[in-house]
């Protein structure tokens, strides 16, 4: 059983184009994120929503869009898509968010922009 | 600012045993995590420090310093299918933010 899925996998699109990446959880977590990996590794939160209340919102460009439609699902919808975001972005989930609990990822969305 | 530093590279032979150091300088401190990320995969939680000491489980190690804004993991008995990223990450106080290292390729080599 997948703890955290995401889709897709890999996701090649052009410049311009708005896309999304849905995530879904069934761990019953209450807290979910979304983190961008570069091509050095470095892995950035970019948001975080708690009972679907937006908790984390770092310096990303007002193209992308999270949407929590429930506590199980976290989707990300990015407009007008730049070369600059090819990178995989990872959905995480932990129970309640502020307490120093584990973070559980998944898979990873390789995102290329053409 | 946040900044946490670790060596980027590491190399390291099979059967052998291996310290990843990681030191980290950030506003505010709520525990400090280690993640395996292999190639093309996701980050796994290996382990989670909040008090100054040793946690150990099974073949890894993971000691904090808060004075000293230190940490390291301790690889034992390494394996072939240890060679991976270790990345490490510090869990602020606030919103639960947690911010990692730019992580350590370790080689494990026969």
């Known amino acids: 059983d997948t703890a955290v899925s995401q889709t897709p996998k890999y996701l090649v699109t052009q410049m311009g184009n708005d896309k999304s990446i849905k995530c879904e959880q069934n761990?019953?977590?209450?807290?979910m994120y979304w983190y961008k990996q570069d091509s050095k590794k470095f892995l950035k939160i970019m948001f975080s929503?708690?009972?679907?209340?937006?908790?984390i919102n770092e310096t990303v460009p007002n193209r992308f869009s999270p949407k929590s439609p429930d506590k199980a699902h976290l989707n990300l919808h990015i407009n007008s898509l730049e070369l600059g975001d090819s990178a995989v972005y990872f959905c995480?989930?932990?129970?309640?968010?502020?307490?120093?609990?584990?973070?559980?990822f998944g898979p990873g969305t390789r995102l290329t922009v053409l | 600012g946040q900044n946490i530093d670790q060596p980027t590279e590491m190399t390291a032979t099979e059967g052998a045993i291996v310290q990843i150091n990681c030191t980290y300088q950030t506003s505010g401190f709520n525990g400090l995590f280690w993640y395996q990320q292999h190639a093309g995969e996701a980050p796994t939680f290996l382990s989670y420090?909040?008090?100054?000491g040793l946690e150990e489980k099974g073949r890894f190690s993971s000691f904090l310093s808060r004075s000293k804004g230190y940490s390291y993991l301790l690889l034992k008995e390494l394996q072939m299918k240890d060679s991976a990223s270790y990345l490490c990450?510090?869990?602020?106080?606030?919103?639960?933010?947690?911010?990692f290292g730019q992580g350590t390729e370790l080689s494990v080599k026969p």
């Open positions: 995480a989930s932990s129970q309640e968010g502020l307490a120093a609990d584990t973070q559980y």
């Open positions: 420090n909040v008090l100054d």
């Open positions: 929503y708690n009972n679907k209340e937006l908790i």
């Open positions: 761990l019953g977590h209450d807290t």
């Open positions: 990450a510090v869990l602020l106080e606030q919103g639960g933010k947690l911010i």
